[in-house]
Nanobody, 128 residues
Framework: RDQLVESGGGSVRAGGSLRLSCKTSEFTISGTCMAWFRQAPGKEREAVASIYTDYYGGDNAFYTDSVTGRFTISQDLAKNTVYLQMDTLKPDDTGMYFC??????????????????WGQGTQVTVSP
């Protein structure tokens, strides 16, 4: 049973936009490190963005260099949902995108095995 459910993938031309969603009913995402990973064929799974809500209620977001300024991670605590807004998409952004969660510290440098929960993935394809 998937504890995280992604949606919103699809095919777009370069320069286009997509918004991915990740929802869970298994736990509250508040105070949880939520992340988006992607995996292209033949490549390792890499972290794209992560977010957590700190003690004061502020959102702290982290991004890998290749998406900084183009992608935005956000969360709606009332809906227990995390989003990834992807703008100015490039063919290199093509891959399967996965939502992940961990109970603990949050950093863009965390590897996949640091995460406790995963979704089934949603495909993003960007054509030239």
């Amino acid at each position: 049973r998937d504890q995280l459910v992604e949606s919103g993938g699809g095919s777009v031309r370069a320069g286009g936009s997509l918004r991915l969603s990740c929802k869970t009913s298994e736990f509250t995402i508040s105070g949880t490190c939520m992340a988006w990973f992607r995996q292209a064929p033949g490549k390792e799974r890499e972290a794209v963005a992560s977010i957590y809500t700190d003690y004061y209620g502020g959102d702290n977001a982290f991004y890998t260099d290749s998406v900084t300024g183009r992608f935005t991670i956000s969360q709606d605590l009332a809906k227990n949902t995390v989003y990834l807004q992807m703008d100015t998409l490039k063919p290199d952004d093509t891959g399967m995108y996965f939502c992940a969660a961990r109970f603990g510290g949050c950093s863009i440098n965390l590897k996949p095995d640091a995460y406790n929960y995963w979704g089934q993935g949603t495909q993003v394809t960007v054509s030239p």
